[in-house]
């Protein structure tokens, strides 16, 4: 049995291999969360159901803060979210119960992209006119202000506070609401430039280059040796008193079969 997916915006062949007729409503583990990890979810969703006979079915196009509250309203079992859980969050009775690091990479739609220093990748983002080694120009694609990627460019990169600032000045450059408009946006837009996560790239079979930041190619492992330290944690979640469900895939993720499932995906286990 395979895990479904409800509806998804991004690759209809990619989607259609993962679905299955659902098994019955008290027999199906409900996942959701940020949208860089459905297809993520999706995946762990086949050896899961594999290992336990149960059912998964992926819920697409929430976002992190509606994944929380549906949690928390117990129409979802687990979610992953791209940011920590909230104080108002955790007091509706959410809490945080494993946590998946993935490289946080540069993507680009430039058939020959350079490796890029921090510097430069500031400098992309805060320059009125930025380009590629051809002389073409680099088109950045930016996230809303409340979206979690922001926080990651900030805090991993000095300057970028600034550089985002400035670059939000630039009303020709588009804004992407979801993490599936962001990469598909950048699929056509030639010379984009996004933030994006690896575990997105890889598992959407996106039609992107990842960057190399000071010569380090983003993988799973340079990324797992520590060569490349650039990473977004995603948060898993579920309600304090968890279905039998919720339970049974947290012990599932921990597992060693998880872990493989995981790193398949392009993350890998993060501290609690």
């Given at each position: ?16 291999a ?12 409900r ?59 955790l ?28 510097g430069e990748i500031?400098?992309?983002?805060g ?6 080694p ?28 600034e550089?985002?600032?400035r ?9 992407a ?17 996004i ?33 490349y330290?650039?990473t ?5 979640a ?10 049974r ?24």
């Open positions: 049995m395979r895990a479904r997916i409800s509806t998804l915006s991004f690759g209809a062949a990619t989607v259609m993962l679905w299955i007729l659902p098994a019955m409503a008290e027999d199906t583990l996942l959701g969360g940020t949208g860089g990890a459905t297809a993520l979810l999706a995946h762990l969703g086949v050896p899961f159901t594999q290992h336990t006979g149960i059912a998964v079915e992926v819920i697409p196009s929430l976002g992190s803060g509606g994944a929380i509250s549906a949690v928390a309203d117990g129409v979802l079992d687990v979610v992953v979210s791209g940011r920590p859980l909230s104080s108002s969050e007091q509706r009775g959410v809490i945080q119960v494993a946590a998946l690091r993935t490289p946080y990479v540069f993507a680009t739609s430039h058939l020959a992209p350079h490796s890029m220093s921090e500031v400098n992309a983002y320059a009125a006119k930025a380009t590629w051809d002389g073409s120009i680099i088109k950045l694609i930016l996230r809303p202000r409340a979206e979690s990627d922001n926080q990651v460019l900030m805090a991993l990169f000095p300057g970028m506070t550089a985002l600032g670059a939000r000045t630039r009303p020709e450059l588009p804004i609401a979801t993490d599936q408009d962001n990469a598909d946006m950048a699929e056509r837009l030639t010379g984009s430039l933030g994006t996560t690896y575990t997105q790239v890889v598992m959407e079979v996106r039609k992107l280059r990842l960057i190399p930041i000071d010569g380090v190619t983003p993988t799973i492992e340079t990324f797992g040796s520590g060569a330290r650039y977004k944690v995603l948060y898993v579920h309600q304090q008193q968890p279905s039998a469900r919720a339970t895939f947290v012990q599932f993720l921990l597992s060693d079969e998880g872990i493989r499932a995981m790193r398949a995906a392009g993350c890998l286990p993060g501290a609690t």
